[in-house]
């Protein structure tokens, strides 16, 4: 397994064997490469949360029907707390579209509009799973290597001697 470190000078990528890095050096990727797989982690989540949120959002779709006109509901004001409502009108809903905006849609289009951001996050949660995968080998080995160094590194700091006990 190599590390990969980019040259300033020319800007091209160079491969770099990871037994030729010290033991520090080995440390502060790993370090680096942890934070990575926190970040993509945090990502993921993320994009699985809003897909949920998507999902239940075209599910709930199904129940806007004439039958249901003037029924009782239990309106969400989070994901925890409704309030309770009457259903109105069937013909068109309100679609949170993002950073307070709102638009007003019909049943269909909404249906449509869910669709569409349901593939559009599932593609996005297709790219950032190989990149964690990638990163998680990077470093289980990187972790190997440095277990290997610091073993290493200890049997040379042990004395070279046996350890003798005094005889009685």
């Given at each position: 397994m190599a590390a990969v470190q980019e040259s300033a000078a020319n800007s091209q990528i160079q491969q770099i064997p990871l037994s030729q890095l010290s033991i520090?050096?080995?440390?502060?990727?790993?370090?680096?490469?942890?934070?990575?797989?926190?970040?993509?982690?945090?990502?993921?989540n993320a994009l699985k949360s809003a897909q949920q949120k998507f999902s239940d959002s075209l599910d709930n779709l199904t129940l806007i029907s004439k039958e249901n006109e003037g029924k009782a509901l239990m309106v969400p004001i989070t994901s925890s707390m409704y309030i309770p409502g009457i259903m109105d009108t069937s013909e068109k809903v309100l679609v949170d579209i993002g950073t307070g905006y709102y638009a007003e849609k019909s049943v269909d289009e909404a249906k449509k509009y869910f669709r569409r951001k349901i593939e559009f996050?599932?593609?996005?949660?297709?790219?950032?799973?190989?990149?964690?995968?990638?990163?998680?080998?990077?470093?289980?080995?990187?972790?190997?290597?440095?277990?290997?160094?610091?073993?290493?590194?200890?049997?040379?700091?042990?004395?070279?001697?046996?350890v003798v006990k005094p005889v009685k």
């Open positions: 520090q050096q080995l440390d502060q990727i790993k370090r680096d490469i942890e934070q990575e797989i926190s970040v993509l982690s945090d990502s993921l996050v599932a593609k996005q949660i297709d790219k950032v799973h190989p990149a964690l995968s990638e990163k998680s080998k990077i470093r289980n080995a990187l972790i190997e290597e440095l277990s290997s160094k610091v073993s290493q590194h200890m049997a040379q700091q042990a004395p070279k001697n046996p």
